[in-house]
């Protein structure tokens, strides 16, 4: 693997999903293959669990870790061309080789504005590193999508499932901000890969793109979707059209005991308690909110240990 940009680059999900397994096993037995390399971190946004869940994977395959808050070095651009006599002091055309000679893999954390839909879907900071830097890229949450949370959720219900093709539901939560899609565009294409029941249930004006959803169901009722549900992963999102709107904040939407039955929870965190679900559903013993934040660290280094191979197989 050079890239791991998004979920469709992964060849082989349940091999990955193994590996993460193994991984889990015995954390340290492949800690001879990244000796010597260096993974650079660079984050234009906040984050606790992938922050250190992939520092955590990258030192149990024995590479070092170096982290740079972006907001607080030389301000970017990206645009080609351009006049910079603005705000902006590095073009990421040099910032990006320059990164490449200190690092054997970078990884990106770069959220979407939720103004521009446009220049959103076009990752142009994930996709610009990955044009002019010269190492694997790796994507730590992008505009768009959430690959290295979906296949730890992948994971996490591989681990939990009862039955081989559980029923699945990703219900829509109220919040008070307009957050990304980035987490539930890549939990839909990922259980679009794995043999589930899957639906998605929100109020009317919130479907994601298309174009992701594809013919996934989508049912309105958010009682009636949730029925006899294995897993309901929980997650507020603003409208793909209107872009990055909140167009309700209907406090029925919020997950409850009574909607979740003996159904497990799943959340990527951070989560707002008693607006996008009550203390109840939380911290109650069929939530696996805290699993899931583990198998980041797995999920994670099965996939560093992938991009390693590739290196060391040039
Ligand atoms: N789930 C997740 O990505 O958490 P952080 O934003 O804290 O990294």
Redesign the pocket.
């Known amino acids: 693997m050079k890239n791991y940009t998004s979920i469709s680059v992964l060849s082989n999900l349940e091999e990955m999903i193994q590996s993460a397994m193994r991984l889990k096993q015995n954390p340290l037995q492949n800690l001879e293959l990244g000796r010597d390399k260096t993974m650079v971190m660079l984050f234009f946004?906040?984050?606790?669990?992938?922050?250190l869940?992939t520092e955590k994977a990258a030192r149990q395959l024995g590479m070092h870790v170096s982290i740079l808050n972006v907001n607080e070095a030389w301000q970017l651009e990206f645009e080609e061309g351009t006049k910079m006599n603005m705000n902006t002091s590095e073009h990421i055309k040099e910032a990006a080789r320059i990164l490449s000679l200190y690092a054997d893999i970078l990884a990106v954390?770069a959220f979407p504005s939720l103004k521009d839909k446009q220049l959103d879907e076009s990752e142009q900071v994930l996709k610009s590193f990955v044009k002019y830097a010269t190492v694997p890229i790796i994507n730590?949450?992008s505009a768009t999508g959430?690959p290295?949370?979906a296949l730890a959720d992948a994971l996490t219900i591989t681990e939990h499932k009862s039955t081989k093709k559980p029923k699945v539901v990703l219900s829509w939560a109220p919040h008070s901000k307009a957050l990304p899609q980035s987490?539930p565009n890549s939990f839909v294409e990922m259980m679009q890969l794995m043999e589930a029941d899957f639906s998605i249930t929100h109020p009317k004006g919130y479907e994601l793109n298309p174009n992701i959803t594809k013919n996934t169901k989508i049912n309105y009722n958010q009682d009636e979707a949730l029925e006899h549900a294995d897993f309901v992963y929980v997650k507020n999102w603003s409208s793909y059209e209107p872009y990055g709107k909140i167009l309700n904040k209907d406090e029925t939407w919020m997950m409850t005991k009574a909607k979740l039955g003996n159904a497990k929870f799943m959340h990527?965190?951070?989560i707002r308690r008693n607006v996008v679900a009550t203390d109840e559903v939380i911290d109650h013993e069929n939530s696996l909110i805290i699993q899931q934040?583990d198998n980041?660290t797995f999920a994670t280094q099965a996939i560093l240990q992938e991009v390693l191979n590739g290196l060391t197989s040039k």
């Open positions: 946004n906040s984050s606790l669990r992938t922050r869940s954390r730590m949450e959430h290295l949370q987490v990527c965190l951070p934040a980041r």
